[in-house]
């Protein structure tokens, strides 16, 4: 029986179909056998998109930030189980579904079939062939990252298995050492054939500049404390001694390779910080992007606006960010807040971090238009996470529940349970109630790169040029730059800053604690949040309380076992060659 492949082709048909029997007999066009696509360039690469589908973007209802300190999924959806330790091997929770094991293999195997059969295709443009293979070399790279990050060494499959190869299927755990380099070559290769920008509109393919942020990610988390252990025994769970800093220089040249190119810079198209960070993930095109998917509001386009808005706009709330995150924001000159200094806790969104105000919506802020049945509670379309007082017109005083609190009186479900909303991402002018956005989810950015740069310049005793490399990032944030002064620990606790808020939201979070072996306490403990009342003064003007709630919005526990994902029960039970990572 031949092998019948689906692949998703989005075109535009222009066909004259009144009265033709042919068409009628025609075979369905999602539908064709493997030795179809293999004789046909434009099937290879709709073959190739379809694999691009299989990179898992952030903008769903559940964010990796709800499995850290960032933010608080409001519902459960395996949440609680994965911030927890009922975590296990029979049970990852909510982390099954971004760490995707069983979706990455059944993309890797498609990537090694394209490498079988793509030198046979009849291609009349080989530079069609060229960049296809240095897209798949790219996707496979991906997807094996994917896979690492999470477990660390996995079983690298380079070969097509069919049902009966039995025990030829039964492979083992490579090392950790082996699948770096691996991912390595593979950037490496996709570095050679791709090109640095695609002539015709390509959007949302790769050029081998998103191979290079592929190494230099791969490069430095490899570098890190998580792989790195001492008296490691075990080389698929990381290094087995050698040479730690080599690695660093290996992760600072793959991020300086793409700094000297000059081709990416930090996005600043304004005077205002806010506004510039804003427009980071906005504005198509930015210079600040190396790789992104884009999409397209009238045919999937995103709903991340109304899976995190408030519910006071009658959107879900989803994704909250916790105080345990927003407390951790400096002030605006540098130093920390804190709730023990009077003055900062009576105005605590005052004066803060510029970046603060384009990622976290908090009683008070302002915010788009209200809905048509909201607008006479809120005619202006300000965030209300607070309770306060009001005076009826009887000249007695009720005490009233914001419109967007979980007692609201627009909506009393989907609502916060710590006081704040994400801002993040979102488009002020996008009704999110009934539209979709269009906002692209951004892989690889500028940012991320220069702060690559900076850990593992500062790994190697390079404190000037890190010092420097953060400072560019820091003061596009409207944030003052750090003196000669700050150097040693103190050097590298306002790197891990920067880097937290910098890319606050983007799923960095989640292996950044892990990596440098601080999550059993950065993801251990309560989820806090911030409980608000508004007293009335006798000018009809308010003046607010704020207290930290540190019980009832979530219990955390990450132990030592939870550095890596436990391979699943039923993935042990069928490879006897599948040893399981530590503690499970």
């Known amino acids: 029986m031949k092998k019948i492949i689906n692949i998703l ?18 075979k369905p066009l999602t539908e064709f056998t493997e030795e179809d696509v293999w004789q046909d360039p434009n099937l290879v ?66 990537c090694n079939i394209f490498f079988e059969m793509v030198d046979n295709a009849p291609f009349k443009d080989e530079a069609q062939r060229t960049r296809l293979k240095g897209e798949v070399h790219f996707l496979r790279a991906y997807f094996y990252h994917m896979l690492v990050k999470y477990w660390g060494g996995v079983p690298l499959v380079t070969q097509i298995f069919e049902l009966g190869d039995g025990e030829e299927m039964l492979i083992p755990r490579n090392s950790f050492e082996e699948c770096v380099n691996y991912i390595v070559a593979e950037c490496d290769s996709a570095m050679a054939l791709l090109p640095a920008v695609h002539e015709r509109d390509d959007k949302g393919r790769a050029t081998n500049y998103a191979a290079m942020a592929l190494k230099s990610r791969i490069l430095l988390y490899a570098a890190s404390d998580l792989f790195n252990r001492p008296g490691n025994t075990e080389p698929v769970f990381g290094y087995v001694g050698g040479d730690r800093m080599a690695r660093w220089r290996l992760a600072r040249d793959a991020a300086k390779a793409i700094i000297d190119s000059n081709v990416f810079s930090l996005h600043k198209p304004t005077a205002s910080p806010v506004e510039n960070y804003t427009r980071v993930f906005l504005d198509k095109d930015n210079p600040e ?45 540098g130093t920390n807040f804190s709730w023990n200094d009077p003055v900062m806790a009576s105005q605590p969104y005052v004066g803060r971090d510029p970046r603060f105000y384009a990622t976290i919506l908090y009683n008070g802020a302002p915010w788009k238009k209200r809905p048509s049945d909201a607008q006479s509670n809120d005619p202006v379309g300000v965030i209300q996470t607070a309770r306060y007082e009001r005076k009826r017109a009887d000249g007695t005083i009720e005490l009233v529940n914001g419109l967007d609190t979980r007692n609201s009186p627009i909506e009393n479900w989907n609502g916060t349970y710590t006081g704040y909303y994400l801002r993040k991402f ?55 730059a750090l003196t000669a002064t700050v150097t040693g620990q103190a050097l590298m606790e306002m790197y891990r800053y920067e880097r937290r808020y910098e890319l606050a939201f983007e799923e960095h979070r989640y292996f950044d604690a892990r990596r440098w072996l601080i999550a059993t306490s950065a993801f251990s403990g309560p989820a806090k949040a911030i409980d608000i009342e508004g007293k009335l003064n006798p000018d009809n003007t308010l003046t607010y309380t704020y207290k930290v709630l540190t019980s009832g919005v979530q219990e955390r526990k990450f132990t030592e076992k939870h550095y890596l994902l436990p391979v699943l029960a039923e993935e042990i039970r069928r490879n006897n060659k599948m040893i399981q990572n530590p503690l499970y």
């Not at 927890?84 to 993309?107: I, N, P």
């Open 9 to 26: 082709i989005i075109t535009v048909l222009a066909l004259n179909t009144a009265c033709n029997k042919d068409f009628l007999e025609k």
């Open 45 to 110: 690469e709709a073959y190739v998109n379809d694999l691009y589908t299989k990179m898992r973007h952030g903008f769903n209802e559940v964010m990796l930030s709800s499995i850290t300190d960032e933010s608080r999924f409001i519902h459960n959806y395996g949440t609680t189980t994965s911030v927890t330790e009922a975590q296990s091997a029979e049970d990852l929770g909510a982390l099954g579904g971004f760490g995707q094991w069983d979706v990455h293999y059944k993309a890797i195997r498609n």
């Open 289 to 333: 992007v190396i790789f992104c998917k884009y999409f397209n509001r009238q045919q999937l386009g995103t709903s991340h606006d109304l899976y995190n808005g408030p519910n006071g706009y009658h959107n879900w709330g989803g994704n909250v960010p916790l105080e345990n995150f927003v407390e951790g924001y400096q002030m605006a000159d």
């Open 426 to 480: 979102m488009d002020i002018n996008l009704d999110a109630q009934f539209f979709r956005g269009d906002q692209p989810w951004l892989y690889f950015r500028y940012a991320e790169i220069k702060l690559n740069f900076a850990e593992a310049s500062l790994a190697l005793g390079e404190e000037p040029v890190a010092r420097e490399t953060i400072n560019e990032v820091r003061t596009r944030a409207g944030m003052p």
